[in-house]
């Protein structure tokens, strides 16, 4: 295999590629509803925000912005295996005509003139045309937001990285100072997904001119030392880059599940206020790419969606594809229909949980059966895009079933999160069921961490009594076995 097909089996790489999308949409739809001026609370949760005038009206809760749409524009394509400007701009017209909402004035003009001439072809022409005619239009924050996917889809290539960055940077943003910016985010996303680095920002400047790297490296010391409120307004890309620097820099990274940091310091980057969504976006990337899909809170991930009627588990799928370069995995995974037939010869079974009924166990081959029978699916394994009818709710998490230090990056915030959706499901009385591929260790893991919530009891206990009504249950996996013999019981 080459270093580039050995990263993109690892499944650290793929979690943490995931996050980055997944970083970039949940930020986006946390910081619709402040956009210029409404003051955020505190804590934040997936509000919306009511009809009526203004940037941050309109939004439903959960529902990303253009900042997102135009990521997936790129993603849509990058997951083929090819980052061809034709189609990307074909895509970002599609958006344009479809949707539209929330657009930047430059992206506007340089959109409509393309439409105008009949097809996307000339928009990098259009994008030039438009800074000579506005020589401040050009460096908006536009195509900062957006840069996931073209870092993903050249993982460990700083080459290709630069040339793309600006490449992609252009259809929209001729300026040289959003190219520049999208070089520097890109090759932070790339050391994060890689080396779980947080400030390969600077890396990025290496591969600008001696000049521009002294002069970007000023503007990230200014991030670095001065408090972050001050940098708004924030539609400008050099300001809108030190905003998402300065909060994700200055946000302490806990030192009890450090992931806690993508929730911190999204949560710091919506309060510095004015283009609250994008700021929020272009750090959710670099936070997502370093601590993963996984450290997306269950309260984030479940209610987000947007244009082309996508929703989390859909940004996962792109990513992952745009990571191995448009090739499925060895069971089809992302592009096949259904896997719930795929494992020749698997006995399905389905079982109640006797503390709480309404919670069916199981596993993959029994997904058919289990959906005539209840109102959510929990998966904690892959599914193909069809195995789950569309009208029930579905909750994908990303838990393997290996012990190594690759395996899981973020295994107790994991296990507590779908702890935590399976008890709001069964709270809300939606009758559910939980599988992972064999039903032998990641199911009745997360079925005891479950029942030891619910129950008040020690995870050894837990797992015994799901034991009794799960065949075959298996202990071989040390990760999973030692963090259940560390969940004890209150009064112990």
Known sequence: MTDR????????????????????????????PYEGGRQP?????????????GPGAGWSPGEWTDDTSLAICIAEVTATGTLDEIPIGGRFLDWFEEHGKGIGSGTRAVLSRAIASGGPEDLSRHAADWLREQPRGG?????LMRTAPVALANLGDDQAIVRDARRISGLTHADDLAAEACVLWCVAIDRA??????HGVRDGLAHLPPDRAHWWAERLDEAEAREASTFVPNGFVVTALQAAHAAIHQTPIP????ARHLQDALTAAVHIGDDTDTVAAIAGQLLGARWGATAVPFRWRRPLHGWPGLHAGDLVRLAQLTVSGGRPADDGWPLVPMLSGYRAGQEPFLAQLPEDPDLLLGNLASLPDAVERVDAVVSLCRVGARDVPPHLEHHEVLLTDRADGLANLNLDTVIDDTVTAITTLREEGKRVFLHCVAGRSRMPTVAAAYLAAREGIGGPEAFERVARVVPHPDTHNRAFQEWLSAQRAPDT
């Not at 609370?41 to 005038?53: N, Q």
């Not at 460096?139 to 195509?143: M, Q, R, V």
């Not at 997904?193 to 947080?198: A, G």
């Open 5 to 32: 097909e050995l990263l993109r089996a690892r499944p650290d790489i793929g979690d943490r590629a995931a996050g980055a999308l997944l970083g970039l949409a949940v930020g986006d739809a946390l910081g619709a």
């Open 41 to 53: 609370p505190r804590s934040l949760e997936m509000v919306g925000s009511a009809p009526g005038d």
């Open 139 to 143: 460096a908006g924050n536009g195509s």
């Open 193 to 198: 997904v890689r080396e779980q680095r947080l």
């Open 255 to 258: 030192d009890v599940r450090p």
